[in-house]
Every structure is written in C-alpha cells, then in structure tokens.
C-alpha cells in the first residue's frame, strides 16, 4: 500500500548505516515516520534538516509498518539554522508535536498553524506571540483550550486580567476579588490588545506551560515537557 501527501519534516535520526527514520507532520496522515534508505548521505542531510518542507511518497507491505519514504523537497527553511532564537523555536514546535500528537492521525487545524509558524521562524521578525498562540492552538485541538472570551464569575468581556488554573476560563480583575494571587495572569497580547512586551511574552508562557504540564501532560502518560520547549521559553524570558 501507498500514498502520497505534503508536510514538514520534524524529527530525522540514523537507522543502520546508511538509512534515516524521518518523521513529518503532514496534511492527510499526522506524525508519520518512515526509512528514507540512502538519507544519510551528504546530499540527502540538507534535504532530511527539521524545518524543511516536501512531499512525500511513503510505501508499506502492511499499514502498520514502518514503511519507506522518497522524499521530494518543496521549501527549505535551512535559514533558521543560523538564527539562534528561531531554531530554538522551531526545536520547541517539533519536539511539542511529538510529544502531544498521536501517530498517524490528521489534525488539519494544528497542521494549518504550524506552517504558518514554521514560515514565520524562517522569515525573522517578531513571532513570539504567534508561537503563544500556536500553544493555545494546540492545547484546544488536544482537548484543553482556553475560554477567554468572557469572565467566568461575572459575565463580562471587559477587564480580562486572569485564568482559573482550575477551569481554563478566564476572570476579569473584579470577578477575581480576594483570589487574584491564587489565579494565573493573562497577557493582553493573547485578547489582541496591543503589542506584546517581554513581560507578557513571559506571563504568556507561563499560562500555557501549566496547562500544557500540569493538564495535558499527565494524561500522556505523566511524561516531562520536552527540555526543548524550556530551552525555548528560557531565550525569550532573557530577551527582556
């Protein structure tokens, strides 16, 4: 069996002498790995590089097999290499898609996302809050989201100020009172209102760790965050 379908390579690691396991998250079929034989090569590597777009064949005896790619590029993204800040974003990107994102099942809407973003790291600038909102993306396709949308003591849409660490919903200052020390903040920046400072970058951050650690990760398995995601938020919190 056989088919054919586009993505971005995230993961590629040696098999045997010459053969590379290259894992990509695509449109159609999710995370899905297969051999490459002859990826190894000194002309394949810059081919198989994290980051990189193509298009992929992936052929198997059975369905659960590993099977083999041939794998034809479509975009290089090599650029991010020689920005540090953006490698360890796309780093963060692939190693939380693996940790979060069973095998070989579609996620069209985290797939839309993390292109965009993969193209944002490629072209420099400010993506920090794009990355946030990837988070956020993620945490909803997952089963976690956030309702932000309104207070959830009072109702209003006004003065978002906080997250239930409980319910993922947010509180505005006055629904908050007396229990604002015991509730996360909340970055404008995630409401739309105005640029994004460090700080907020770093509130942001930390909003969506917890619910990625202390929600999500334990249902996975109690695994660790990858180490890659704190690598990640350690630059952007220095930044400031």
């Known amino acids: 069996m056989d088919w054919q379908d586009f993505g971005t390579i995230i993961s590629a690691r040696p098999h045997g002498e010459t053969s590379v396991i290259v894992e990509l998250f ?25 980051g990189n777009r193509a298009s992929v064949t992936w052929r198997a005896r059975l369905e659960d097999q ?62 920090a809050v794009a990355y946030l909102r ?7 396709e997952m089963g976690y989201g956030l309702d932000l949308s309104r207070c ?17 919903r947010a509180v505005s200052r006055a629904g908050a009172g007396e229990w604002a020390q015991r509730l996360l903040p909340l970055p404008l920046c995630l409401l739309g209102q105005g640029p994004a400072s460090p700080s907020e970058i770093a509130q942001g951050l930390r909003l969506t760790g917890y619910f990625l650690g202390e929600k999500l990760a334990p249902d996975l398995g ?16 220095r930044q400031g």
């Open 26 to 50: 695509t449109e159609s079929h999710g995370r899905h790995a297969g051999v490459v034989r002859g990826g190894a090569s000194r002309k394949m590597a810059g081919i198989l590089q994290p």
């Open 66 to 127: 590993l099977g083999t790619y041939t794998i034809e590029p479509l975009q290089s993204r090599a650029v991010i290499l020689s920005d540090r800040l953006a490698l360890a974003g796309l780093n963060a990107t692939c190693a939380l898609l693996r940790f979060t994102l069973p095998e070989r099942e579609a996620h069209a809407g985290v797939f839309a996302a993390s292109e965009g973003l993969f193209d944002l790291f490629a072209e420099g600038g400010d993506w």
């Open 134 to 140: 990837w988070e956020l993306a993620l945490l909803e």
């Open 152 to 168: 959830a003591v009072t109702g209003t849409r006004e003065d978002l100020a906080f997250v239930s660490p409980r319910s993922g």
């Open 222 to 237: 109690n695994r660790p965050l990858p180490e890659a995601r704190q690598r990640l938020v350690d630059l952007l919190t």
